[in-house]
């Protein structure tokens, strides 16, 4: 597992995705993803946050990222550099945990996919994991294609949040990271 001596060259970067820690300017951007009821059905304990609670997740990503050398991070449009919602990687119970959220108005373009793909990248190569794990809750079918997408196989029904949800793993061994695999397009959701 990485330690915080572990270094990722920020930005990540994709096609169409640039990746970074959250800043705390990023705040209101991110409360506009976290504020919104629809985008946050299936996140979390399901609930919308405030722009405290907005405010406070950013300071834990913040920390974890000076703790661990990894969190969630921001996610912006490559051209325009707008937050468009957040993907990485966090110790949790269930062990390093994958994860990403995205704003409305970019759902159904693969940029979940894109986002998930430079997060394991940065996961098997620089940082060292060598087991992630992901949940997805079961009435959310798109999540689990992004993490299928991306190299995760269902693993077992587990409670999380208090709801039912699939647990997904990805080892690294065998893996090639997608920087190393022929270039195509991007995969989408």
């Not at 001596?5 to 994709?14: E, K, N, Q, Y």
């Not at 970074?20 to 705040?27: N, S, V």
């Not at 907005?54 to 050398?69: D, K, L, P």
Request: hydrophobic residues 40%.
């Amino acid at each position: 597992m990485s330690t915080p001596g572990t270094s990722i060259a920020f930005p990540l970067r994709s096609e169409r995705l640039l990746v970074r820690p959250f800043e705390e300017a990023d705040a209101p951007a991110a409360h506009a993803v976290y504020g919104d009821a629809e985008v946050m059905r299936f996140v979390g304990d399901g609930r919308p946050t405030s722009l405290r609670e907005t405010v406070e997740m950013i300071e834990g990503y913040r920390r974890h990222q000076r703790e661990r050398g990894f969190a969630f991070w921001a996610v912006l449009a490559a051209d325009d550099g707008q937050l468009i919602g957040d993907a990485g990687l966090e110790v949790t119970a269930h062990g390093v945990e994958l994860g990403y959220t995205l704003g409305r108005p970019w759902w159904g373009r693969g940029l979940a996919t894109e986002a998930a793909e430079l997060c394991v990248d940065a996961a098997l190569g620089p940082l060292g994991v060598r087991c992630l794990v992901a949940l997805a809750d079961e009435h959310n079918p798109r999540s689990a294609r992004v993490l299928e997408k991306v190299g995760f196989t269902a693993e077992r029904r587990v409670t999380a949040y208090g709801r039912p949800h699939m647990r997904f793993v990805h080892t690294a061994s065998g893996a090639q990271p997608r920087s190393s695999r022929p270039q195509g397009r991007p995969s989408g959701s």
